[in-house]
């Protein structure tokens, strides 16, 4: 069998309620392509409906429901639990509730959204799974399962499978792994008709315990050790950040493909993943700007964002978002080519808002701009005058962005001479390493250097070495 025939074929759903233009429903179906694409999907196909909400029974109404059961050779019925035979009258009464139900939750039934029903041979059957662009409760899942008679995805499901795909470090993939499960547990459906099991032991099933709850009792216990496996991880991780307090750090936060990674590689000259590729990187790296600088200034590549991203998912990055929060800087970093980075800017400051980095100093850098007209270039230096403009393969960019970053950090010192006798060992080691040496000269009883740092690096050397 070829790889192209083990490639499944994907259909989406788009619900777009109320408050949702169809400008803000294509663009996030479009970003879903990206998604589903990165899994390895092919998407070949997409429904759409205009609902006045996303929580009834099967997402979409009656029509829409066979239509999208036609792209994947389902029934559009949603099978019952149990069946229960109901007499002529009451059969009446429910087909004229369920008709009205229907008609007051599509208004706008009209025939736009008819005329999207009519498919060709070819579509037809042709998808083997469905992913829907918002987040499912377990019933909608088995009952659109039970309608197109394929699996089903929602879009956390999708980021989730995506994050343990990518996840490459422990602490990574015990994140990933922690938010999964957290997912998993209320979606589990009973197995071999739900049935009480008899056990006992040490571990067992109580009295009258389904397989069902033991199940989610296996999950909770097993969320439970992830976590305090990870919060040992995460002590290791504050220890070697406290190594790191007195030195500068730059954190690279944005929207996933925004170019982070790239701009990472350029600065850092480091081996970095770079992939045009949602969440390519999820696990924190730490590089120093070379060529080197004084004082030495740490660049980090945090976990990109995106709309709709699972809460459980934010929740477990947190120790990864924490280099965010502990930074000196933070580079916002978007994609300028992108019509939609505005929002995607939004996003970035609403997660980061959540782990409290609202207050820590930031620059935002216009990524991409080789992508941009010079009349696009022209509008948004008129809207972001404080912005950086770079594009990563631009050696005068990248340069530009040093000195800016490097010109921020240098504000915020000051110039002082110190005098350093023949007698003190090891200050002037610390002092290179540490601070910018403006100048220097010699007598006969020690060095005079005139270097630029913060106040509490000034103060902590001269506590150390006992210098005035």
């Known amino acids: 069998m070829s790889i192209e025939n083990k490639i499944k074929n994907a259909v989406l759903v788009g619900i777009q309620l109320p408050k949702v233009s169809s400008a803000e429903l294509e663009a996030s179906l479009q970003e879903l392509t990206r998604l589903v694409t990165t899994l390895g999907y092919n998407v070949v196909g997409q429904v759409t409906q ?19 059961a036609e792209w994947t050779g389902g029934t559009g019925k949603i099978a019952a639990m149990v069946e229960h035979k109901l007499s002529k009258a009451a059969q009446k009464w429910q087909d004229e509730k369920n008709a009205l139900a229907e008609e007051n939750e599509n208004p706008e ?16 059957n042709s998808a083997q799974i469905v992913i829907v662009d918002t987040e499912l409760s377990p019933s909608q899942l088995r009952n659109l399962e039970s309608a197109t008679g394929v699996t089903v ?25 922690i938010a999964r499960l957290t997912y ?21 099933k109580g009295a009258g315990e389904s397989s069902l709850e033991l199940d989610k009792r296996k999950i909770r216990d097993r969320i439970k050790e992830l976590k305090t496996e990870l919060a040992s991880i995460g002590n290791e991780h504050q220890v070697r950040r406290a190594r790191r307090e007195q030195e500068i750090s730059v954190a690279l936060v944005g929207y996933t493909n925004a170019g982070k990674s790239s701009l990472m590689r350029a600065m850092t000259g480091s081996e970095v993943l770079v992939a045009d590729k949602l969440f390519a990187t ?59 980075f505005r929002s995607q800017l939004e996003v970035t400051q609403s997660v980061l ?32 005058p404080e912005a950086v403009m770079i594009s990563t393969r631009d050696k005068d ?15 915020h ?44 690096s000034l103060s902590q050397l001269k506590k150390k070495f006992k210098i005035k």
């Open 50 to 68: 205009k609902r006045n909400s996303d929580r009834s029974a099967a997402v979409l109404g009656d029509g829409k429901l066979k239509e999208l």
């Open 184 to 204: 998993v547990a209320p979606r589990l459906r009973e197995t071999g008709g739900g049935e009480d099991r008899g056990g006992g032991g040490v571990g067992g």
């Open 282 to 340: 999820l696990d924190t790296t730490i590089r120093q700007l070379y060529p080197e600088t004084r004082p030495k200034v740490l660049m980090s590549d945090t976990v990109g964002f995106i709309k709709k991203l699972p809460h459980d998912l934010v929740a477990s990055f947190k120790s990864t978002l924490d280099e965010a929060l502990h930074a000196s800087l933070l580079l916002f970093v978007v994609d300028s080519s992108d019509p939609s």
């Open 153 to 177: 995805l929602d879009r956390t499901g999708v980021i989730i499978e995506i994050f343990s795909r990518h996840a490459r470090t422990r602490a990574a993939r015990l994140q990933v792994e």
């Open 353 to 384: 808002a959540e782990v409290g980095a609202t207050e820590v100093p930031s620059l935002l850098v216009l990524n991409k701009k080789d992508r941009l007209t010079a009349e696009q270039m022209k509008s948004l230096r008129a809207e972001y």
């Open 413 to 456: 010192m000051i110039d002082e001479t110190l005098f350093i006798p023949y007698t003190v060992q090891g200050v002037i080691g610390e002092i290179r390493a540490k601070m910018r040496v403006l100048s220097e000269s010699y007598d006969e009883k020690g060095v005079s250097l005139t270097v630029r740092a913060t106040e509490e």
């Open 397 to 411: 960019d990248l340069k530009m962005m040093r000195d800016k970053i490097m010109g921020y950090f240098e504000s």
């Open 109 to 124: 039934n009209d025939s736009e959204n008819e005329e999207s029903g009519i498919l060709s041979e070819e579509q037809k």
